[in-house]
C-alpha cells in the first residue's frame, strides 16, 4: 500500500518521540572514533514544510514540534533534538521539519555513511532530491526497505543503527517488522535497532512490543509517549512507541529524565503519560 504520506503528521508528538530517540541513538554511536551507518527502511521524503502542502491540514505539528519551539526550560537531552531542527529554521520561524534521514545526517559525522530505502515513487525522487548533493556518502534505493535491508547486513563497519517505522497502514506490516528484526539479527547480531510503532486500540498493535521482547538480543528497551486517553470508539492514535534492540546503557537515564517533561508539554488530557522498561539477559 503506497497510499500513505508522512508529510500529514509530519512534527507531531510521535515525531518528537521518534526523532529524540534517534538522536540519542546516534550521538551514542557517534562517541567511539570508529565510523557506522544508519539504514532507513521507510525514509520517506527527507524533509517536510509547515506552512503548506499535506502537513497543514490538520496541523498535527503544532500539538509536537511546535510545543518545544520557544521553550526556554527544555532538557539538555531535548534541547540537542529540538537544535537539530533548528538548524533546518535558522531565522527562527518554524517552516520546515525534518525527516529521520535528514535528522541523521545533521547529527552523524560526515565520514558516516547513510542507507535509505523509501517505496513511494514519490517520496523516493523527493528524498533523492533532497541528497542530490550527499555523493556516496548517501545512497537512496526506491525498494521496499524489509527487503532491502537483507543485502545491506551487516554494513562493512559492523555498527549501525537500522531504524524501521513503517506506516503500519497495511497490518501486515506488525509482522513483516517481527520478520525483518529475526533476519536482520542474524546477518548482524550486535546492530542497534530502533522500531517505531502506534499506540493503537487493536490487537496487532499491543502484541507487536510483546513479540519483539522475545527476539534473541542480549538487551531491549521499550518506551512510549501517550498523549491523550485512548478514544471511546476506538480509532485513532493516541500515542506512539519506540522500541529498541541493543540499546546504549545511557538511554534509560536519559529518558526517565525527559520523559515527564513531554508528557507534561506534550499531553492533551489526563490520560496522557509514559511507560519505561528495559531488559538485559
Known sequence: MLSYRHAFHAGNHADVLKHFVE???????????????????????????????YATKNAEFE?????????????????????????????????????????????????DKLRLFELHPTDSQILQNNFANAGRRVQVQAANGFEGIKAILPPPP??????????????????????????????????TYAVWYPCLQRQEATELPQQLKKLPVK??????????????????MHGSGMFILNPPWTLHATLQQVMPYLVEVLGLDKGAGFTLEQHEN
Open 23 to 53: 538522536v540519542e541513538l546516534l550521538r551514542y554511536l557517534g562517541q567511539k572514533d570508529k565510523p557506522y551507518w544508519y539504514v532507513d527502511t521507510h525514509a520517506g521524503a527527507g524533509c517536510y514544510s509547515l506552512e503548506e502542502g
Open 219 to 236: 538487551s531491549w528497551l521499550n518506551v512510549t509517549l501517550s498523549v491523550q486517553s485512548p478514544s471511546k470508539d476506538g480509532f485513532g
Open 63 to 111: 500539538s509536537g514540534i511546535a510545543r518545544l519551539w520557544q521553550r526556554d526550560d527544555l532538557p539538555e537531552p531535548l534541547a540537542g533534538y529540538v537544535e537539530v531542527v533548528r538548524r533546518l529554521n535558522p531565522d527562527g520561524r518554524l517552516r520546515l521539519y525534518p525527516g529521520s534521514p535528514l535528522v541523521a545526517s545533521e547529527v552523524m559525522p560526515a565520514g
Open 158 to 191: 559492523r555498527r549501525a543503527l537500522v531504524l524501521i517505522d513503517p506506516p503500519y497502514e497495511d497490518k501486515r506490516d506488525y509482522q513483516h517488522v517481527v520478520t525483518a528484526l529475526k533476519e536482520g539479527l542474524k546477518r548482524f547480531a550486535t546492530g
